[in-house]
């Protein structure tokens, strides 16, 4: 818990040097605690891509507030009091004008309304942001009506490159959904209201990504555990309680091998701390791919793990693996979940109020990475969490129990997956058998009662290929195993069950794409390395197809998580990503058509092709 408060101290925004101050802090932590760690730094300049994540802008924030000057007097928010008041890579200025509210945040708002020299208020933060800039605005101004604290300042970025920011110079903040409410009232009541803003920030000419890790263990075989590192001042729980649990983790993790009180892992496993997405791309890229690939069997990642029930609503909740990619990770680490509530409520009773759940595959953080390049990767969280992204992510949220918990989790996951080797027990198997056949029956039973017996049986049918890889992954580890014959049977008798393909032509009919029938067949090939975001497809379009996309993504779910399956379809065929996408998530029409959409701009754009 200390080096989870010191931690929020830091204003780590990759680019900054709050950030680069995080990492050294960490790295001279871990020194301290006995474990040699390393630190490399990555230049980033709003320039450099690395895979496929654009780098940020070199960019440090000292001041910043917001005030309304009409038709009343009055503070709102001060960077000191709250460090997300500034958005993330805003210009500086200080601009007093009239308030203007945009609702949706598109163009055709902006030419409709005249908002030269006013500052916009607006619930979508990176268009609204450009357009107001083009369209004249003296400045822009922030919120987030969904969130369910009225007084939290919302953390959002403008995501200015730098070729942007010599066209983008208003000075842009973020306020409270009770700041808003005030300024939208006065707004509907017919009054006239004016605002001040004032920023100090400064652009740089570069910058470094730090990128902090430390391993135990030997061997040319590696399990990974990440947490980043970034984020807002305080950001205690997104992400400084996972930066803290990986840390102590290892901590305690290195003294019970050092100690001889358990066996030294029988491959390496290695923490890694770095900003979300960018600094792991950094790293994979200097690393290699392919090297990747190679050395890399399963990552952990740990993003928001002490949030505490009561007082955030969260629920400890585990991701799988993507279907494509399911693996006995998931095994694993549910078994390491159930045995350490067990033990955690025998000792610590307060801990029988911890929700938890397993879940499936859900996008948004580092995790994504991996699973991209088909190595197995799941995500921790305790999700929901009412403070999400503001202000008010403070320590005294956390609970020091669920930080034990995860640490505990997730070392004891990759000590177990690291020494599978050594296991001689053949019910091992047979769990494997059980928990492969329950995750089926999750599934069938799931869209049983969702949709009903037809498709529930198209699942039976379709799903049992995908959970074989079970089996592959375990004939790897143990390939000198007397069990390698058995657990090869067992694999092609699971694959077996898959035979209904030719039905699956009716079910794809019944989810509407009987118009997209030219494409269901064509292989997809996928040309780019790394994750998919909607921005890689934002940042190659025009404005007008721009705004087409955005409108038919308004009322559509798991999107995320689609653009992530697509990095592991290579050379599969579009109906079966869907079908893929069909099994694990409820897909209503217009998501399917934004899904086709996107694929087909994604191949106009040469990030993929359909074969």
Not at 459 to 472: E, K, N, S, T
Request: charge should be negative.
């Amino acid at each position: 818990m200390k080096l989870l408060g010191s931690i929020t101290n830091f204003h780590r925004i990759p680019g900054s040097q709050g950030i680069i101050d995080a990492a050294k802090h960490l790295y001279e932590w871990l020194k301290r605690s006995g474990i040699d760690p390393e630190i490399r730094f990555y230049r980033v300049d709003g320039e450099t891509t690395y895979l496929t994540i654009d780098s940020s802008v070199p960019w440090d924030v000292y001041d910043g507030e917001v005030r309304i000057t009409s038709p009343r007097e009055e503070l709102l928010h001060r960077f000191i009091d709250s460090p997300t008041v500034v958005m993330t890579y805003s210009p500086p200025g200080e601009v007093e004008a009239e308030v203007i509210h945009i609702k949706r945040g598109f163009r055709e708002e902006f030419e409709k309304t005249s908002v030269k020299d006013k500052i916009v208020l607006s619930p979508e933060p990176y268009f609204s942001y450009r357009y107001a800039s083009i369209y004249g605005a003296a400045g822009f101004m922030y919120y987030n009506p969904s969130t369910q604290i009225d007084d939290g300042v919302p953390y959002a970025s403008v995501r200015l490159s730098k070729s942007e920011t010599e066209i983008h110079r208003i000075p842009a903040v973020s306020v409270s959904k009770r700041s808003a409410k005030k300024i939208i009232d006065l707004l509907e009541k017919g009054e006239r209201v004016k605002a001040l803003i004032r920023v100090k920030t400064v652009f740089k000419q570069s910058a470094e990504i730090p990128v902090v890790s430390a391993s135990v263990g030997d061997g040319d075989k590696e399990i990974w555990l990440t947490a980043h590192l970034c984020h807002p001042s305080p950001g205690a729980n997104d992400n400084a309680s996972g930066v803290a649990a990986l840390a102590e983790g290892l901590r305690i993790y290195k003294q019970l091998i050092d100690k001889g009180l358990i066996e030294s892992p029988g491959k390496k496993i290695r923490a890694v701390w770095t900003a979300e997405y960018l600094g792991y791309s950094a790293y994979i890229q200097d690393l290699g791919v392919e090297e990747l690939r190679k050395r890399v069997l399963f990552n952990i990642n740990l993003d928001m793990v002490g949030g505490d029930t009561l007082e955030t609503g969260s629920i400890l909740t585990l991701h799988r693996t993507p279907l494509p990619n399911f693996s006995i990770l998931n095994l694993v680490v549910e078994e390491a979940l159930e045995n350490s509530l067990r033990g955690l409520r025998r000792s610590v009773p307060s801990i029988s109020s911890l929700v938890h759940s397993v879940e499936p595959y859900g996008a948004g953080s580092d995790h994504d990475i991996f699973n991209s390049f088909s190595i197995p990767s799941i995500m921790i969280i305790t999700w929901p969490d009412r403070y999400y992204h503001t202000d008010l992510d403070k320590p005294e949220n956390i609970n020091p129990t669920t930080l034990r918990l995860v640490s505990s989790i997730a070392y004891s996951s990759a000590h177990y997956i690291s020494r599978i080797s050594e296991e001689k027990d053949p019910r091992l198997i047979d769990f494997i058998d059980s928990y492969v056949e329950k995750v089926h029956r999750e599934y069938i039973t799931r869209r049983f009662f969702d949709k009903g017996y037809e498709e529930a049986e198209i699942i039976r049918c379709a799903q049992p290929r995908y959970l074989a890889r079970v089996y592959r992954e375990l004939r790897e580890l143990l390939r000198d195993s007397n069990y390698a014959g058995i657990i090869e049977a067992r694999e092609e008798a699971f694959t077996k069950k898959s035979v209904c393909e030719k039905d699956l032509g009716h079910y794809l009919d019944k989810l509407g794409l009987d118009r997209y029938r030219d494409l269901l067949n064509k292989k997809i090939e996928i040309k780019y390395t790394g994750v998919l975001l909607l921005r890689n497809i934002y940042k190659r379009l025009d404005p007008e197809r721009t705004e087409d996309l955005r409108k038919k993504l308004e009322n559509t779910r798991n999107i995320g998580e689609a653009l992530n399956y697509l990095s592991l379809m290579n050379q599969r065929t579009l109906s079966e990503y869907l079908l893929l996408l069909s099994i694990e998530y409820e897909l209503d029409r217009n998501t399917i058509d934004a899904l086709i959409s996107i694929v087909k701009i994604a191949s106009e754009l040469g990030l993929l092709a359909l074969e």
